[in-house]
């Protein structure tokens, strides 16, 4: 019986070593930091999202969404390309990215934050195709630290300042601020767009409807003299 109990004790420590090395060889102090769930306060900083485009376009749209989610990603790497083509680039649209993560996706803040710690370095929108291009990540369940800093580092971010911006959380509350904006207009799922402030409520978000609606704004809006 003794030797029993000599032997649990010893799995017992095993184990707890195993969690410790996971857990630090996953990055687990900042993605606890960052992933943990909302902060006690959403703090309204001023900052109203990343955009593209002309920021003299006649028209806006505005997306929440949540970088874990699937319907997402397909948006992003199958509808977006053609929108930076053919609206964005042409100096029609102007597009504004909004955050809301979804409670129920594990991962989704602490990607949020990676894609805000890019920002802080100039770099939202590549970090924002890495984690949609490379869309696996979301299927695994597994601590994505490790695989974020090699998207990091594609995206041409400074590692040492993507780290301790990571660690230290500091973007959490300005995205539970975008969650809670997107819930006082009636976000009710992701991805969710806005055109010049009206909730688009299509069949289908696609780069052909987004540009019909954005050539018919254009055509109904009087020049300027």
Not at 36 to 49: I, K
Not at 89 to 97: A, D, E, L, Q, S
Not at 145 to 166: I, P, W
Request: net charge positive.
């Amino acid at each position: 019986m003794n030797r029993f109990y000599v032997v649990l004790g010893i799995l017992a420590v095993v184990l707890g070593l195993m969690v410790f090395v996971l857990l630090r060889d996953g990055g687990g102090g900042g993605a606890s930091l960052a992933a943990a769930g909302p902060p006690p306060t959403a703090t309204d900083d001023g900052f109203r999202g990343y955009t593209l485009g002309d920021s003299a376009a006649k028209v806006e749209i505005t997306e929440y969404s949540d970088f874990e989610c699937p319907f997402c990603a397909r948006f992003a790497t199958i509808q977006m390309p053609t929108i930076r083509e053919q609206l964005i680039n042409t100096g029609k649209v102007r597009w504004r990215y909004r955050e809301f993560p979804i409670p129920g996706h594990q991962y989704g803040r602490f990607a949020a934050h990676a894609a805000q710690c890019a920002g802080e370095q100039g770099k939202f929108w590549e970090m924002h195709d890495q984690l949609f291009f490379n869309h696996s990540w979301a299927q695994t369940g597994r601590d994505p630290s490790k695989l974020f800093r090699t998207f990091a580092t594609a995206a041409g971010l400074d590692l040492t300042r993507y780290d301790e911006c990571m660690k230290s959380g500091r973007y959490a509350a300005r995205i539970e601020f975008s969650r809670q904006e997107g819930l006082s207009v009636l976000v009710d799922g992701t991805p969710t767009f806005y055109v010049n402030g009206k909730k688009f409520t299509g069949p289908s978000a696609t780069s052909d409807v987004f540009k019909a609606i954005a050539d018919s704004i254009i055509a109904s809006t009087p020049r300027r003299r």
